[in-house]
């Protein structure tokens, strides 16, 4: 438990922590054929690793997420906590009195893991420079982190979005090194629709001036193109719903239609203030390539087919999906647990009614809680961990 300065107790934080950086170099081998002559990656833990290392859980993070996953870096009152303190810590949904909870920054990325804003061996970053990645090239690094940590399987996987992808590629391309993957609101292959807003998205940082095809580092950044990518992204992640209900038709600060180009409803305001909060701690580059990645995803396009792919699996799954996702719609998981019902594999599947969109996994903490965390607690019996 943490006190800040102002005597405001944060009850059941995991306190502050203190990012961490592993440094390997050994090159990655990369899926386009290229690699990275040696890289890092930024991570945090949270808990204990117990005796026989058998409590050890990875969080994969979603494209806009890093390795600060709970916690806070300072006493500042004023600082926001890690993207999902929410369900990481005492009593929470990973549980850090049982649990040692490791969390890394993606390949690619732009908190402390190598990336396009990286310095390249000639001494300049890379700029598009910067190999292609996939989610593949993701979890190759994290398997590095891996064994860097000594850890030798985890007790889970576990990941929203994309990093619910990244969970299922750990259960197919290594499956002697996990027990449970926790597939959370994600998809075994990105839709034509996804591929869709993300080109948007990328098309709005191209568009920019400032973007100088990705040389702009040490000048004025691509902020208006990010800053739109950001707002045609959130939109993805709400739902009808839950915009009618923040928002409705509301005014901004005005007392009637203003009849010209300035802000007059509320939710411009609100994805003007997410597009202007992104650029100040995400790169424009990494969005690139972090969409593309999530554009390239299909767990079966190198087996032939789900079947295929599912047969190297051998651990057990969760997978949850939310009613109004309607950026990864539970049809597309469904396919995933009939295959691997199929498959006779042990498969959870729970649907969870709930109004906000695909970022419901973010926000139905109690219910989640109550879902993973007890998931975790029946898995953590059943395989005899000591915690």
Partial sequence: MVTHSNGTRLANSVGIVKRQYAHFDTPLALRSGQSLPAFTLAYETYGTLNADHSNAILICHALSGDSHVAGYYSDNPEEAPGWWDDAVGPG?????????????????????????????PDGKPYGLRFPVVTVHDMVQAQRHLMRYLGIAQ?????????????????????????????????????????????????????????????????????????????????????????????????????????????????????????????????????????????????????????????????????????????????????ELVQTLEHLARDVEYQHVPAFFGHDSFLVEVERMTRLVGGYLERKSHEYGVLV
Avoid at 96 to 111: A, E, H, L
Avoid at 191 to 215: L, M
Wanted: with cysteine; proline share 4%.
């Fill in 92 to 120: 929470k949904m990973f549980d850090t009195r049982k649990y040692f909870v490791v969390c890394s920054n993606v390949i690619g990325g732009c908190q402390g893991s190598t990336g396009p804003s990286s310095l390249a």
């Fill in 154 to 334: 985890w007790l889970a996987v576990a990941g929203g979005s994309m990093g619910g992808m990244q969970a299922l590629e750990w259960a197919v391309v290594f499956p002697e090194c996990l027990k449970t993957a926790l597939f959370i609101a994600s998809t075994p292959r990105s839709s034509p629709q996804n591929i869709a807003f993300n080109e948007i998205g990328r098309q709005a940082i191209y568009a920019d001036p400032n973007w100088s095809n990705g040389d702009y580092y040490g000048k004025s950044i691509p902020a208006a193109g990010l800053s739109v990518a950001r707002m045609i992204g959130h939109i993805t992640y709400m739902s009808e719903h839950s915009l009618e209900v923040k928002f409705a038709r509301r005014l901004q600060e005005r007392p009637a239609l203003g009849y010209d180009f300035n802000v007059d409803f509320a939710v411009e305001s609100y994805l003007k203030y997410q597009g202007e909060k992104f650029v100040q701690r995400f790169d424009a580059n990494s969005y690139l390539y972090i969409t593309k990645a999530l554009d390239y995803y299909d767990i079966a396009a190198d087996y032939g087919s789900l079947e295929a792919a599912l047969m190297k699996s051998q651990c057990a799954f969760l997978v949850v999906t939310f009613s109004s996702d309607w950026l990864y719609p539970s049809e597309q998981s469904l």
